[in-house]
């Protein structure tokens, strides 16, 4: 009687899983694994309530728990993996812009935003180093990076509404059109 439970709770697990539109993609894949873990772990309390702890279907509940904690952890890290090598790409393709020694006078937008992307990369990758570079300067990079702080500098300073973007516009009639 036990394992045709234990059959229909498996079931019941992948009409679950597949409700979620489990398609390949690890957000699903790891959304899918939370919800059934939930599930399962929703069944051993109701199976320890009902005092059915010593069975096979028990046993392979706890096991099936057990395994979705591990499914869910190796694409906890696998997001962890892809977003550390995101940021460093990120901040190789910002230092292949800011290598150029004249980017900033030539296209101070495209530096602003190389700026912001290698702020950004840095402070993904400050938060594996120890205090104080974890939460505290690794998330001000990040923010300062995600907020465009340079970008939006470079607008504010530079910009066709700045001093300097109105006396660049009396140089150059075009100035701010693009």
Not at 20 to 39: L, P, T
Not at 43 to 71: H, I, M, P, R
Not at 92 to 106: E, P, T
Not at 148 to 177: D, I, T
Request: hydrophobic share 45%; net charge neutral; aromatic share 8%.
């Amino acid at each position: 009687m036990s394992d045709e439970l234990f059959g229909r709770a498996i079931t019941r697990v992948k009409v679950w899983a597949g409700a979620i539109g489990a398609n390949g993609d690890a957000k699903d894949m790891k959304a899918a694994a939370i919800v059934a873990q939930q599930r399962i772990d929703l069944a051993l309390k109701s199976a320890a309530f009902l005092q059915e702890t010593n069975s096979k279907s028990f046993q392979k509940l706890v096991d099936a728990s057990a395994y979705l904690g591990k499914v869910v952890e190796y694409l906890e890290k696998g997001e962890k993996i892809y977003k550390d090598l995101k940021a460093v790409n990120q901040i190789f393709d910002a230092i292949q812009v800011l290598k150029n020694d004249n980017v900033m006078i030539d296209d101070p937008v495209a530096a602003a935003a190389a700026f912001d992307d290698l702020f950004q990369g840095f402070g993904k990758l400050a938060k594996h180093f120890p205090p104080p570079f974890d939460s505290t300067i690794g998330e001000l990079l990040e923010q300062c990076g995600e907020l465009r702080f340079f970008s939006n500098m470079n607008r504010v300073m530079a910009g066709p509404g700045s001093n300097l973007g109105r006396a660049k516009s009396m140089l150059s009639p075009n100035y701010g059109e693009n």
